[in-house]
């Protein structure tokens, strides 16, 4: 504490000096820069009691807002079971007339049963890797939402797959369709 006000103390003597210093050479008066020097006064500065704010060597964090949370245009995403997955699978397949079988394979091959998978390029996701654009054109085609990021809503997937299949584009999974 002792050593920390001495530091102080000598900055300050120096700042103080270093004025002085200016000063005396700002005025380039012969006799004026004798007066200066004689009346320049370097005040004492005595320590005091009251606490003073000492810089420490770590830095203050500041600190940062906490960002408000609001309301998503993006989907809730729920962890969804296999079993479920199938039960859309069964009742898509039946709304469609198309194979509930084809359905499984592809998603399958194409998402190993994940529907938040993505591709490692991220142009594809959910359970039959959709892309953005391919998902918009189908769901205009059968009046749903057109929200790309509902292709990682199982049902929504199922639905739409299913309804691809059953206007003959499986031809959009070139890997997977059996």
Known sequence: ?????????????????????????????????????????????????????????????????????????????????SQQINEYVNRYAGQYGVSPDVIRH??????????????????YTGLFQFSASAWVNYRGKMGEDTNADLRTNAEEAVQTAAYVISIGKGTIWPNCMP
């Open 106 to 123: 592809v998603a399958l091959c194409e998402s190993g049963f994940n529907p938040l998978s993505r591709s490692p390029n991220g142009l």
């Open 1 to 81: 504490m002792a050593r920390m006000k001495n530091i102080i103390l000598t900055v300050l003597l120096i700042i103080l000096v270093g004025e002085g210093i200016t000063l005396y050479m700002m005025n380039e008066d012969e006799s004026k820069e004798r007066v200066l020097a004689e009346e320049t006064v370097i005040p004492t500065i005595t320590p005091t009691e009251t606490p003073t704010i000492i810089p420490t060597i770590t830095p203050t964090p500041t600190p940062k807002p906490t960002p408000t949370i609001q309301p998503s245009s993006y989907p809730t995403i729920q962890p969804i079971s």
